[in-house]
């Protein structure tokens, strides 16, 4: 059955719901990444040179960062040593890291042996710095009854910041002990964990490509969701939320993989790939125009040989900015 867990720990009432500054990781050594690839359908092996995957990845990565500073996003870009070409999959930075108000942020343990040597917690927190942003306390999360436990944090675990509720497809890349931890240690309300299996029989590899959850809406691919839990799952994302029901066809355009941010104008942007625009049907994207402006953004080579799109390339900054004197 799925698995519902409350607390009574208050996770900050100050929070955001939606973000209003992302960090990104340029893509410098991008390529298909055979470990990740025996969880992670969503990659597919190209035809093409490494060195062309690699500069059409990095013209995708600038054209990104620049849509999303014009639409009023403040971009972060931490500066990535060239000489580190074990670790294709960069470019998702969300999956190792997450921040909170207070200052605190997060480190999470990936699944996959060259994706831990993406952490870099000494380069983020540095960029961090340059940018007017400040941590005073870092968590390592780890889990001390299982070494092989692993949770990537927002691809894993999709939050609803608002309602402080986190929901979580099980994998080998999101433990259910780890995060029933993490989220009573956060100040989580609510966990809502539930098992899915896909159409070839293997469940989702993270959650954030199977659904998205904004302030007043969520979209959702309820029909991997295991059939004993669907009705949860759908019934809690409900109860304040307009629902946005997707095909698996849909998912694997990315159309799960959105992220919804606030300008800093305060105006709403929910940003997607142009695969995932494409694949919305015109009724779905009049539904979530009520709720922001569309930003659709190609990465289709990020995501084809990847395997995640522009809601795995952006790590939300929710920390607090330095005083000035």
């Known amino acids: ?159 609803d910041h608002l309602n402080q509720r986190v929901y979580a497809a099980l994998s080998h890349r999101c433990d259910s002990i780890l995060l029933t931890e993490w989220a009573a240690k956060v100040g989580m309300r609510q966990v809502v964990s539930f098992n899915t299996e896909m159409s070839d029989g293997n469940p989702v590899y993270h959650t954030n490509v199977m659904m998205a959850v904004g302030e007043a809406f969520a979209v959702v691919c309820d029909e991997v969701i295991e059939a004993g839990q669907r009705d949860l799952v759908c019934n809690t994302l409900s109860e304040d939320k307009t629902l946005v029901s997707i095909s698996e066809s849909q998912m694997n355009q990315l159309c799960g993989n959105i992220l919804q941010l606030r300008n800093r104008h305060g105006e709403s942007v929910i940003v997607m790939s142009l695969s995932a625009y494409s694949a919305f049907t015109e009724a779905q994207k009049r539904t979530l125009r009520q709720f922001g402006k569309l930003v659709p953004i190609d990465v289709t080579t990020i995501e084809t040989i990847g395997g995640g799109s522009v809601r795995c390339m952006m790590g939300e900054i929710f920390l607090p900015r330095q005083h000035t004197s």
């Open 1 to 159: 059955m799925a698995f519902l867990a409350s607390y009574d720990t208050q996770y900050p009432l100050s929070h955001p719901h939606a973000a209003s500054a992302v960090l990104m990781v340029p893509p410098l050594h991008f390529k298909f990444n055979a470990q990740t690839s025996e969880d992670n359908g969503f990659q597919h092996a190209p035809s093409l040179p490494d060195e062309e995957v690699k500069t059409r990845a990095m013209a995708e990565f600038n054209n990104m960062v620049m849509i999303l500073r014009r639409h009023g996003i403040d971009v972060v870009v931490m500066e990535y040593p060239d000489s580190d070409p074990a670790t294709p999959d960069a470019v998702f930075p969300n999956n190792w890291f997450s921040t909170l108000p207070s200052g605190e942020l997060y480190l999470y343990p990936m699944a996959c042996p060259n994706r831990q040597l993406e952490v870099k917690p000494e380069r983020l927190m540095a960029a961090l710095d340059r940018a007017g942003y400040d941590v005073n306390h870092v968590h390592k999360v780890k889990c001390h009854d299982k070494e092989e436990a692993f949770l990537e944090s927002t691809g894993a675990m999709v939050i």
